[in-house]
Each structure stands twice: as structure tokens, then as C-alpha cells.
């Protein structure tokens, strides 16, 4: 077989990239490859909605407010069960936990790394059979090692990030990565049980023809951003436009496809979010990190001026 034929594997992928770094111990190649392994797990679950008793609420709120799905809990036990005893991280933020949660067994205590993970983003869409996924951000702890991690070992900015990536749960389930060295992107093969290198070094492309967002809250965005909007759906034929609006309400479906097709997601401030509603630890510092890998810009909306639409 040829070597541009030949089947490449996460794990193998990932040791490869592992001798990039001489003085690399091999702890983050281990953490990265135990997400792989619960990520099928919940591929698992996620292909069997509807058959299971896994579709629905569990009748509760998470830490930002949104109502829990079943599967959301099932995949937050999941990582959190495989991260626990993996051993190669000391702590845990996940969007289903109201703090922290801190590993205190004698292996994890010396672990160098912390994790922040939404478990199942979009999980409103699993009852209806539409794209989901997860979203992981790796850091080096800042607390002394050999002992508990703290709340700022995760508040830490996005130019800290070790690694970061996510799950697409799909037509096919796919694990997208970065170490800070590009993108890459591995389908798991359900015939071998295994993640297959199946987009290397991911790049966006420079024109891109999509845009995606709500647009049912327009009467509560920046004007900024509404001006915006209809540069998009404006005729040019110079600039490829109208841009198509695509929008499926899962931040890794939208975010996914344009980062093999092309195109811009935003998730603007609104008159009753001044802030937004995507969460930075979650979710902008692990997407902005995968983009900007990948040839792209991401960019934080730091005001939300409102005017009235003319």
C-alpha cells in the first residue's frame, strides 16, 4: 500500500506529532487520546437515540441556565468517568457542573493539565436527529503540581491553550484537533473502532460563501452587525455575493462546515444578552483557537450598541 493511501489512526497520528516536541512526556498525547476513546462512547449513544431511553430533559437547569437533555448528562458522566481515571489531568470544567471539579487522586494531582469541555453542544437538536458534538480546551495547570488544582488553573486566557477541539456528531462522527501546529481531522471508521486521519491540515478557504446565525433575533442586534447581514444577501457578483445563510443551532455544526466550505458564524450581543450567550471557556476559546489554525480570524464583539432599525 502506498504511503499516501495508507490508513492513518488518531493514536498513531498523534505519536507521530508527539516527536515534534523533544522534550514532550507524552501526557497530553495520552489525554488527547482517552477523549477519542469517550467520544466514541457517546457516538454510541448519540446513533442509538430514539432506541435508548436517552431523548428528552432530565427536568433541570445547567450552570448557564439551559435546560439538561438526558444525553447531555450521559456525555458529561462519560468524559468525566474517562477523565478520572486517565490520569494525565487534575482537573475538570464542564458546562454541566456548577464549579469545578477537582481529581484528587495521587495520579492526577501530578498532572499537568486542565480540561474545560462542553460535553454535548447543540443537544436541543438530538430529538430531531440534527448534528451535535463536543468541545474540548486543554491548559497547562498554574498551581503547584502534586497537589489540588484551583479556579484559575481554567481562567485562563485563550493565548494559553495547549490544545483544543471538538466532536461532531453527525452523518459521520468526526474529531477535530490543534496543538497550535494547524488543524486535523479524523472520522471514526465504526467497522475498525477507530478515528482515521481523514482531513489533514485543514485550512479555510479564503472565500467563503456562508454566513451563520439567528436571524430571528434581528430586531434585537447591533445595528453593526444588521448592516452586516445585508452586505451578505446584497447582489455582487465581484465578491461572490449573496453569501448563503446557513444555520443549524449547534455551534460545532455551524462552525464545522465552515471550516471545510468557508464562511463567517457569529453569535451577536442582544438587547437581553449585552454580553452574548456563548460561554468563553467552553466555547470561544476552543472554537477561536481551532479557526485561527486553520487561516481564520476570530474576533470577540466587545459593545453592544442598539439603534433602531430604519
Known sequence: ?????????????????????????????????????????????????????????????????EDVKKLDMFAHDHFLNTLTTCGQCCGVASEESDDIIILEDDL??????????????GSSNIDVNVSVGTIFAIYRRLSPVNGPCNQEDFLQTGRNLVAAGYIIYGSSTVLVYSTGNGVNAFTLDPSIGEFCLSHPNMRIPENGIYYSLNESYKNYFPYAINEFVEYCKADDKATKRPYSSRYVGSMVAD?????????????????????????MLFECNPMAFIVEQAGGIANRWRKCHIRPQT
Open 1 to 65: 500500500m502506498s504511503q499516501a493511501h495508507r490508513v492513518i489512526i488518531l493514536n498513531e497520528f498523534i505519536l507521530q506529532r508527539q516527536t515534534e516536541y523533544p522534550d514532550a512526556s507524552g501526557e497530553l498525547s495520552a489525554l488527547l487520546h482517552h477523549l477519542g476513546l469517550a467520544a466514541k462512547i457517546v457516538n454510541r449513544a448519540v446513533n442509538k437515540a430514539g432506541l435508548i431511553d436517552i431523548l428528552g430533559s432530565v427536568g433541570a437547569s445547567n450552570a448557564s441556565g
Open 108 to 121: 492526577s494531582r501530578n498532572a499537568k493539565y486542565v480540561i474545560c469541555i462542553d460535553p454535548l453542544d
Open 255 to 279: 462552525l464545522h462546515r465552515n471550516l471545510i466550505k468557508g464562511g463567517i458564524f457569529l453569535y451577536p450581543p442582544m438587547k437581553t444578552h449585552p454580553r452574548g450567550k456563548l460561554r
